[in-house]
């Protein structure tokens, strides 16, 4: 087997020179053959790309948070190159939405124990999205939390309840499938999974290989009840709010009262007006735990 390893060596809990150690063991427990690519600074997708040309590996193995995961997505998805996602990043939501945490000699263990299982991916303004994509209220944390050096779920706490207090309203346009609703909104969620890397459950009906996606609307609702909505989302069970709405959706149309800020699988990608979303079914395989694929 030929393991082709792209690390992003910018993210990270897991340092350069131990990744690289423990890639090398690895190697010589399982007996495979392997390259590594280093994500630096100034690297382009052209070179991501060559490099996968030249080295002709059999699956690959990523390195990073979910921003790194998403950029070897765009690149390889609708081919059948398995990837592997090795999480080192400060987020890592959808490494947990596969079943893929613990040590990391553990996961690479899944080069030879995992299975290969095709996922569906998103295209949201002709952006590629693995996990999660919003407008308002989570995207404009995300923003500040981005900006912040500080990482975890008490840094974003800490955004969300200064946030709380300068909640934005929107009033959005969505055609759904054809149907079109009227929503005063403070979030939208598109949700090709079910959960945030801190374990927060937006879309409680989320599946990754079901050819949909929810949409998630998140109604205005008193300051008061923000725990309330909070504890929803720990517990699995937001669905049950009187101020949420999830859709099904193969494909939808929205359009903003005024810009709102989107981020896309972390990454903030600008204020838009219009959103264009639409599931790509089956188009990615990643290798996961074989207990995560019967699931």
């Known amino acids: 087997m030929r393991v082709l390893f792209i690390i992003n060596t910018r993210s990270g809990n897991q340092t350069e020179g131990s990744l690289k150690d423990l890639i090398q063991s690895s190697s ?3 007996n495979y053959e392997y390259s ?3 994500l630096k600074k100034d690297f382009s997708e052209d070179q991501i790309l060559k490099a996968i040309a030249q080295y002709q590996p059999e699956r690959l193995g990523v390195a990073g948070g979910d921003g790194t995961i998403n950029l070897i997505a765009k690149l390889i998805h609708n081919t059948s190159l398995p990837m592997l996602i090795i999480p080192t990043g400060s987020a890592n939501g959808m490494a947990s939405e596969l079943g893929i945490r613990g040590r990391i000699e553990g996961v690479l263990n899944l080069l030879r124990d995992g299975v290969e299982q095709p996922i569906d991916v998103l295209k949201i303004n ?3 999205c693995i996990h999660l994509a919003d407008v308002g209220l989570n995207a404009r944390i995300v923003k500040r939390f981005e900006e912040d050096p500080g990482r975890g779920l008490m840094t974003y706490a800490k ?5 709380v207090f300068l909640i934005k309203q929107y009033r959005f346009h969505i055609r759904i499938d054809g149907k079109l609703l009227k929503r005063k909104a403070v979030s939208l969620t598109f949700a090709n999974a079910s959960k945030y890397g801190t374990g927060a459950v937006i879309n409680p009906i989320g599946i ?3 050819g949909k996606f929810e949409l998630v609307i998140v109604r205005p609702f008193p300051r008061i009840k923000l ?3 909070a504890w929803k989302m720990f517990t699995n069970s937001l669905q049950t709010s009187e101020y949420v709405e999830v859709h ?3 494909k939808v149309q929205i359009r903003s009262s005024r810009k709102t800020t989107l981020q896309v699988d972390g990454e903030i990608c600008g204020k838009v007006h219009e959103i264009h979303a639409e599931i790509i079914p089956s188009c990615l395989t990643m290798i996961v735990p074989a207990a995560q694929a019967e699931d």
């Open 28 to 30: 010589e427990e399982l």
């Open 36 to 38: 590594i690519f280093e």
């Open 126 to 128: 002709g952006k590629i």
């Open 159 to 163: 955004y969300l309840f200064r946030e």
């Open 208 to 210: 990754i290989d079901d």
């Open 227 to 229: 725990l309330s909505i």
């Open 248 to 250: 099904s959706c193969s």
